[in-house]
């Protein structure tokens, strides 16, 4: 099998193609990648039913905490003086004895690294109660981390203010599913509220650092947040609210997650284990932009057009109803906090929030994942948002939305629809976001899939994922034969970047235990990350993206036939040549590597391979295979080449080569 290299150079490609796409599904941000320890913080969490048309939520300010001693003391959840509006239940603890007080066991407990500090604050009204706060962290009574704080006193008979206390803990030793625990060191009543703990190394104290640092990893070009079908919401009231996610962290009003609702069925009473599944909202949009910036990819914020969920949804706002008007403000407002200078009133609140200096938004993604129906009329909603965003901001890039099956009737009618609409105003619509949960040997057979796409409106592959398995809470859904069939795929979109401009696997986040969905690309929980298959393939794309197309001339599709997936790139910053290559056998496979004089290619390569790990029958082994992501090796080297690059059996290789 030989592969050639030619001089001569094919299309650009777009440098930031290789991005992310970041949904609070699965538990990514609360429970994620929020650094927040604490589960329900400010008592304003729901405990959501329902189906279809029918949803409903109950308020639960108290889920996720109790009493630290059986009997222990009396916990009220009221309001009355709230510390914000926006969440009015807080706490009004009694202690009818010194050292009485509640805990919290967030998720699957809290878990404290050795000699590592964590940040603890919160709000208290003192009522009735002159002692120190007493805080740890605790485990069959053993405590591992502990300090104290004094209680403030406030003259008698003045109006008793709500205030804020901060306090380090510091580790003594690890340990797994403890408590938070704050208690009185003296008998009385306080009222408590936002009480919070994070660890102190969280990054711009906001993101869980591991977390973090494995989406820097990746090298994104771009992040598409905040999903999904989280944007659309189950209902309209609990759609994703931009304008409520920025400002004091206090004072964004907790939602409940379509994602609580995710399942619900007769069988189970309409009602999951995620039921409690909320949003803080502590990661909101000021975070995701600050995320795009510390990780270096460009923000793609995506916005309701005013439908809830079209899957689990009947319930939309009528473009003709004045409320729509909201909506396609909200579009206009998001480009000048992101964009407008400190003198606007929405970019006054971003430089107040410590960003005097732009984002740097140049895409908005114009709904999720819609599609036209007799009752929904999507394209008309578009067409409004366009007008109405290109009239204002006409550099801004649009991306629409052909709905969530790729090969289907939907599709080719929201391709009807952009078309058109190019042939007037080419500024319509950058690029349209297709979606693809599929079998991995859809992605093998279709890698040609956008030879002959039309070339006048983009795509951006929003969500892509093999999916050879499925279902909730499943990392074995994650196998290297899956990751091989997407890097297979991704080969013919790169080939073809003239039209694919951007492209993101979803989802990207998965907490064990937690999760609505899988497969999915990171798979973590409260102590470690555990990177998929997938993960190495997005890694190895986001490293080794060219600038430009190498022609092929077909040699691919002979390729193909030996089950090898190939693509050749050029990087012009290094000069560099670069070959992504798939090996989809059973069987090692030596591919010929030629220059443009029929001369074996020679020079120093750097190579990133990924692998199926040798089978390992240790019990850690069957215990990982049972609870983690399939293992694989993944590994980097340099060689000198000398024209012949072996393939492993079923492995993916990015080559860079200096000639
Ligand atoms: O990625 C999971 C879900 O799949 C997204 O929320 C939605 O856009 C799609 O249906």
């Not at 989406?215 to 209902?235: A, D, Q, S």
Request: charged share 25%; proline share 5%.
């Amino acid at each position: 099998m030989k592969l050639k290299l030619e001089k001569n150079k094919g299309s650009k490609i777009n440098e930031e193609m290789i991005g992310l796409f970041f949904e609070d599904i699965n538990y990514a941000a609360d429970g994620g990648l929020y650094a927040e320890m604490l589960e329900n913080r400010s008592f304003a969490f729901y405990e959501c039913y329902g189906d279809k048309g029918d949803y409903y939520a109950k308020p639960d300010p108290g889920y996720g905490w109790r009493p630290a001693q059986e009997n222990g003391g009396e916990m009220q959840y009221v309001t009355g003086s709230p510390l914000y509006r926006e969440n009015p239940c807080y706490l009004r603890f009694t202690a009818a004895e010194p050292g009485q007080g509640f805990q919290n066991q967030a998720y699957s407990g809290i878990f404290l690294e050795k000699g590592k500090e964590y940040r603890v604050s919160f709000y208290a009204r003192q009522n009735a109660y002159e002692g120190n706060f007493l805080v740890s962290v605790k485990k069959d009574g053993k405590a591992y981390a502990e300090a104290a704080v004094a209680c403030q006193s406030v003259p008698k008979n003045t109006w008793r203010k709500w205030i804020r206390y901060e306090l380090t803990l510091r580790a003594e030793e690890t340990v797994k599913g403890a408590a938070f625990v704050l208690a009185l060191e003296e008998a009385g009543t306080v009222e408590f509220d936002f009480i919070s703990m994070m660890p102190a190394d969280a990054v711009a104290g906001v993101f869980r650092k591991d977390l973090f640092e494995r989406l820097k990893e990746l090298h994104p070009g771009f992040l598409r947040f905040p999903g999904g079908c989280i944007v659309e919401g189950n209902t309209m009231e609990n759609r994703y609210r931009w304008k409520e996610s920025v400002g004091m962290p206090e004072r964004r009003k907790a939602n409940f997650s379509r994602w609580s609702l995710h399942g619900t069925n007769a069988e189970n009473g309409w009602h999951t284990e995620y039921a409690h599944y909320n949003q803080t909202l502590g990661i909101g949009f000021y975070e995701y932009f600050l995320l795009c910036e510390l990780i270096g990819a460009k923000p793609l914020p995506v916005l309701n057009v005013g439908l809830a969920c079209q899957y689990q949804s009947y319930e939309l706002v009528e473009t003709d109803a004045p409320e729509f008007q909201e909506f396609i403000q909200d579009a206009l407002d998001l480009i000048e906090f992101a964009n407008g200078a400190p003198e606007t009133a929405w970019g006054a609140l971003r430089a107040q929030m410590g960003h005097p200096d732009p984002f740097g938004l140049e895409m908005v993604g114009i709904g999720n994942e819609q599609w036209e129906t007799e009752r929904v009329d999507f394209f008309a909603r578009y067409r409004l948002f366009e007008g109405a965003i290109h009239e204002k901001y006409p550099e801004i890039r649009l991306i629409g939305s052909a709905g969530p099956d790729i090969t289907s009737e939907r599709y080719r009618n929201a391709w009807e629809f952009y078309h058109e609409a190019a042939a007037g105003n080419p500024n319509f619509c950058y690029a349209v976001d297709e979606h693809y949960y599929v079998k991995p040997e859809w992605f093998y057979e279709h890698v040609d899939f956008y030879d002959d796409y039309s070339r006048d409106v983009k795509v951006f592959a929003g969500e892509y994922a093999a999916h050879p398995d499925c279902g909730m809470n499943n990392p074995g859904a994650n196998t290297l034969a899956g990751a091989l069939a997407e890097a297979a795929f991704l080969t013919g979109i790169e080939k073809n970047a003239d039209v694919v401009v951007l492209a993101s696997y979803a989802p990207l986040f998965a907490r064990i235990g937690y999760a609505q969905w899988s497969p999915d690309m990171i798979w973590f929980d409260e102590t470690d990350t555990y990177p998929t298959a997938s993960y190495y393939v997005q890694k190895m794309y986001g490293e080794n993206m060219g600038t430009v197309l190498i022609p092929m001339h077909g040699q691919e599709k002979e390729l193909r036939r030996e089950n090898i997936y190939v693509n050749l790139s050029l990087d012009e910053r290094t000069e560099e040549y670069i070959l992504k290559a798939v090996n989809a056998s059973k069987e090692t496979k030596t591919l010929e590597l030629l220059d443009w004089n029929d001369e074996p290619l020679r020079g120093k390569a750097i190579l990133k391979e990924l692998q199926r790990e040798p089978e390992n029958d240790s019990v850690d082994g069957t215990e990982r295979r049972r609870s983690r992501p399939e293992a694989v090796l993944y590994g980097e080297r340099s060689e000198e080449l000398n024209g012949v690059l072996t393939l492993a059996p079923e492995s993916f290789v990015a080559l860079r080569i200096k000639v």
